[in-house]
């Protein structure tokens, strides 16, 4: 049973910006001015450009597959099952404990205006988010949008209220702790824009995902980076070292600034669009994380019961209610390990994101078509690498021994459990296949890559597709004459409709007579008709020498035979009209001419855009 594509662009955009506005603004400023001074700013607008550059990445291979698992599903079919369990399992994890963060944060200021107990607040929504996310996606994107618009609605009031009120001695000195903490800080506070990562896990669900996971991601990221930069910039401004009062970081950082400018109802305000924070990040982390191990147990990288979809409901119900239970344990771990811990992870699965991208075009694996390409290809993936690392290594060696410990846990549950059960062809077998010259793969990954291009575009088969998954494809290595090729392609063909290849071959030569079948210099259609009832068939041919066709059209590379019986004609011109849309594409002579086999020729027509309809059929 699939999952139910429900989430519009509407909800993309709030599921991620709901995902990164969160306890990364409404928390972690008190504890990033301790590290950086008001040199934080800097911090957070440094995180938001890194982040983009994994935006980047993150939208194209999205566009490309978008499957339930997000970047782990595209890091196995890049880097292999091994990397992408350890990918699968840390970003499950991390995106676990950002949701945990949120919950945790939503129950202190719940406990700092009401006095109730942390933990049995937070454990109390967190099983209200597990049956929110039970019944569906849908209810759940619904109601992230109705949070997020009322969220981003009080953040730009604040904005707009106190940016007056910025007291310019307050950002001074500016890199107070110098410009190593600042970049350090940079890497602490990239949590704030970890709901990027949960996209992908839900691309899924998404509706049209080629266009609509990109457009959200840059909309959210965009949207959310002018927001951050701001609040903390008046927060900064406003507040100064009150931001650690006594020495201890305030918790409500955002609502004690709003207190200063716009009273006792401002703060209650802030707090509000702070609890509203909370509430939108758990939501959407819940929704994300389990979706992951779903995916590892449709790769028999996990048991298969972690990817068992309700009949009801058409969500994972199981792996959902394995989340929260993660999520219960991990309210009573220290609140800076927690932030240290999602960054850690954060950042290296954006690293993976990068050479993800970069293996699959080097690889030139032709089914690997996304939707939408990166720009500047491959220096945003190599600065944005250069820079997380660089935020990872800034961060310390517990981060990094964080990260080590995660991705060790990962590669343990790939040794004893998926290792023998998960054999996965992938893009840098295909890589290193071209550099070496030597054969490592199957047609697995270009199959599977297939069928994903066809649920994305919703591509439905028709008879012209059926037509075209049983035809003869020739691949001619050496020059001919138009004589010598029709001879070849009568030999080939005629037995299909039970004539002799003289017969065959004296149709081809009729037809080309009344004029010529070459419709551009580069593919010519010979289409005949041939007595009997009922008979249709295409056969595609690829002339890496060129063959002559007419002065105008000496080098033919693409050429298609249409042979079929007269009760077919509609069905044979609506087929000459397919293969014309297909080779319209700008792409298609480059496809045709680096097409390595037979199948991958196949394959370009399958995947061609062309109008599909019901006409096409009879």
Same mark, same amino acid.
């Given at each position: ?49 890194l ?5 980047l ?9 978008p ?12 880097m292999g ?27 202190a ?17 967190t099983?209200?988010?597990?049956i ?11 109601f992230?949008?109705? %949070? $997020?618009? !009322?969220?981003?609605?009080?953040? &730009?009031? *604040? +904005?707009?209220? =106190?940016?007056?009120? /910025? #007291? ?8 107070a ?43 959210a990221? %965009? $949207?959310? !980076?002018?927001?951050?930069?701001? &609040?903390? *910039? +008046?927060?900064t =401004?406003?507040?100064? /070292? #009150?931001?650690v ?15 200063v ?94 050479l ?7 690889s ?31 961060m ?67 008879r ?15 020059p ?17 409709f ?33 007595s ?44 000459i ?11 298609f ?23 599909r ?6």
């Amino acid at each position: 049973m699939g999952l139910k594509r429900d989430l519009k662009l509407i909800d993309v955009f709030s599921i991620a910006s709901g995902a990164m506005i969160s306890s990364g603004l409404f928390i972690l400023p008190g504890i990033a001015f301790v590290k950086a001074g008001p040199g934080m700013i800097i911090s957070y607008f440094l995180a938001g450009i890194l982040a983009l550059t994994g935006a980047l990445s993150q939208s194209e291979l999205v566009s490309a597959m978008p499957k339930a698992g997000g970047e782990y599903f595209y890091t196995v079919r890049s880097m292999g099952p091994a990397i992408g369990t350890i990918n699968g399992m840390i970003s499950w994890f991390s995106i676990t404990l950002k949701s945990s963060f949120s919950l945790i944060g939503m129950a202190a200021f719940v406990n700092i205006l009401f006095h109730f107990n942390i933990e049995i607040i937070a454990v109390v929504l967190t099983i209200l988010f597990l049956i929110l996310n039970i019944i569906g996606v849908k209810e759940a994107g619904r109601f992230q949008v109705v %949070l $997020v618009i !009322g969220l981003i609605g009080l953040l &730009v009031f *604040f +904005v707009l209220n =106190g940016i007056n009120q /910025v #007291n310019a001695d307050n950002l001074i000195p500016f890199a107070a702790k110098g410009w190593g903490a600042v970049f350090s800080t940079a890497g602490f506070v990239f949590v704030s824009y970890g709901g990027l990562l949960k996209i992908g896990s839900v691309a899924e669900e998404t509706q049209n995902p080629g266009r609509n996971i990109p457009l959200g991601m840059f909309l959210a990221l %965009l $949207v959310v !980076g002018v927001l951050y930069t701001m &609040v903390v *910039f +008046v927060t900064t =401004g406003v507040l100064g /070292v #009150n931001l650690v009062p006594d020495g201890i970081p305030t918790l409500m950082p955002i609502s004690d600034a709003a207190e200063v400018f716009l009273g006792k109802p401002g703060k209650i305000a802030l707090s509000i669009a702070a609890v509203l924070a909370f509430v939108s990040t758990a939501n959407a982390g819940i929704m994300a994380a389990s979706r992951y191990p779903m995916a590892l147990s449709r790769d028999n990288l996990l048991p298969l019961f972690f990817g068992k979809i309700s009949k009801k409901f058409g969500t994972p119900f199981l792996s959902i209610l394995l989340t929260g239970v993660i999520m219960a344990l991990s309210f009573f771990l220290q609140l800076e390990f927690l932030v240290k811990a999602a960054s850690t992870v954060i950042l290296f699965n954006f690293i993976l994101s990068c050479l993800s991208v970069m293996i699959l075009r080097f690889s030139k694996i032709q089914n690997y078509r996304p939707s939408f390409k990166s720009p500047l290809f491959p220096w945003i993936q190599i600065v944005g690498i250069g820079g997380f690392v660089f935020l990872i290594i800034e961060m310390g060696k517990e981060a990094l021994l964080m990260s080590l410990l995660m991705a060790l846990a990962g590669l343990l549950v790939y040794l004893f459990y998926g290792r023998n059960r998960s054999k996965k062809e992938y893009a840098l077998l295909h890589l290193i296949e071209r550099i070496t010259n030597k054969a490592f793969v199957s047609r697995k990954l270009e199959t599977e890559l297939k069928e994903i291009i066809r649920e994305r575009d919703n591509i439905i088969q028709d008879r012209f597709d059926e037509i075209i998954e049983n035809s003869l494809v020739l691949d001619i290595e050496n020059p001919m004459t138009e004589e010598e090729l029709f001879q070849f392609l009568a030999e080939k063909m005629s037995s299909r409709f039970h004539i002799s290849p003289e017969e065959f071959y004296r149709l081809l030569i009729e037809r080309e007579k009344q004029s010529s079948t070459a419709l551009t210099p580069y593919l010519a259609i010979p289409h005949i008709v041939i007595s009997g009832i009922k008979l249709f068939d295409i056969m595609m041919v690829r002339l890496k020498k060129g063959v002559g066709f007419s002065a105008e059209c000496p080098d033919i590379r693409a050429v298609f035979v249409l042979a079929g019986s007269q009760d077919e004609r509609n069905f044979h011109l609506r087929a000459i009209s397919a293969i014309a849309q297909i080779v319209q594409n700008k792409e298609f002579e480059k496809r045709w001419e680096k097409a390595k086999n037979i199948e991958e020729l196949r394959d370009i027509v399958l995947l061609g855009k062309r109008h599909r309809h019901s006409g096409l059929e009879k």
